[in-house]
């Protein structure tokens, strides 16, 4: 059984997409080794480049710091800033170039489950509901679990209740 605990963006390395095309860095994975049942991960976009194909996971990208612009399928989706699209791993799935280099969250399941980002605003406390996994710090300053969160930074709750204080805007990570 996994602990809640405070993971600081600064502390993890960073490393490169499957295919090579992108940065992402691991926030939060279950297990820990092997592979995994969920993943959650901040990726850098800086230039027009495919996603990496991975059949059999459900997913659900967030655009963290601007908008965001993706073919799927082609077919293509204007994310606003904070928007998400849900597609699955086996699909055709590319961003367009941004203006500047910009962020985004992803959460990935492997199986059955439905994975979600939800945006919260921290306006002085609130506490995770069950079905949360992971919240990742995206502006603000929040504190959890007595730690000072910075935007990028995540509690990895696996369903336990976890209070959040501050001001920021956050997003919940579930899987459904």
């Known amino acids: 059984m996994t602990i809640p605990h405070t993971v600081s963006i600064g502390?993890?390395?960073v490393s490169a997409w499957a295919n090579g095309r992108g940065e992402t860095v691991e926030l939060a994975r279950q297990p820990a080794t092997?592979?995994?049942a969920w993943r959650l991960s901040m990726a850098t976009i800086s230039e027009a480049a495919p996603f990496s194909s991975l059949p059999g996971v459900a997913r659900v990208l967030l655009a963290v710091d601007a908008p965001l612009t993706l073919?799927?399928?082609g077919e293509t989706h204007k994310l606003a800033r904070h928007g998400t699209a849900s597609f699955s791993g086996g699909q055709e799935a590319a961003a367009s170039a941004p203006a500047a280099p910009q962020r985004d969250l992803n959460?990935?399941?492997r199986g059955s489950g439905l994975p979600t980002l939800e945006v919260v605003t921290v306006?002085?406390?609130i506490e995770t509901p069950p079905i949360v996994v992971a919240v990742v710090v995206l502006e603000g300053e929040v504190t959890a679990l007595g730690q000072?969160?910075?935007p990028g930074d995540t509690v990895v709750t696996v369903g336990g209740a976890v209070a959040l204080r501050g001001r920021g805007v956050v997003a919940f990570?579930?899987?459904?």
């Not at 990570?173 to 459904?176: E, F, L, N």
């Open 173 to 176: 990570a579930s899987i459904r």
């Open 107 to 109: 959460l990935m399941v």
């Open 123 to 125: 306006d002085g406390r």
């Open 11 to 13: 502390d993890i390395p």
């Open 148 to 150: 000072r969160l910075v």
């Open 34 to 36: 092997g592979p995994f």
């Open 71 to 73: 073919t799927i399928d």
